[in-house]
């Protein structure tokens, strides 16, 4: 689930960027890009966290857990029939997609205005 919610802001701030990556800053903490950029964190973790409410798996019985989010969204519960879709996949990306064009747009545009 993490690396769906990381594909989708990765590929979010691909789809933003103007100018190609300058090389050097992205090997250096304090160069234009930083080290960690706390949109992207959240909303993978808050992605994720979705997306586990989502999906079920009854392979693993350590993760029974999961799917806390069935009930409350109205598909049935953790034995309904969207219990095995792994909607949480698509939403853990989307989220991370969707929200990354929203809160990255100004970080990529004040990165790309650094010469």
């Known amino acids: 689930m993490p690396i769906a919610g990381w594909c989708g802001v990765f590929l979010a701030n691909l789809a933003l960027r103007r100018q190609a990556y300058a090389e050097a800053d992205l ?19 808050a992605g994720t966290a979705v997306g586990w409410g989502l999906v079920t798996n009854s392979l693993a019985s350590w993760l029974s857990w999961q799917g806390y989010l069935l009930s409350a969204a109205g598909l049935g519960g953790r034995t309904g029939d969207w219990a095995y879709a792994n909607l949480g996949v698509a939403v853990s990306f989307a989220s991370g997609f969707l929200g990354y064009l929203l809160l990255g747009r100004r970080r990529v545009r004040d990165q790309e205005r650094t010469d």
């Open 27 to 45: 090997y250096r903490p304090e160069g234009r890009y930083s080290s960690i950029g706390a949109a992207a964190v959240g909303l993978v973790v």
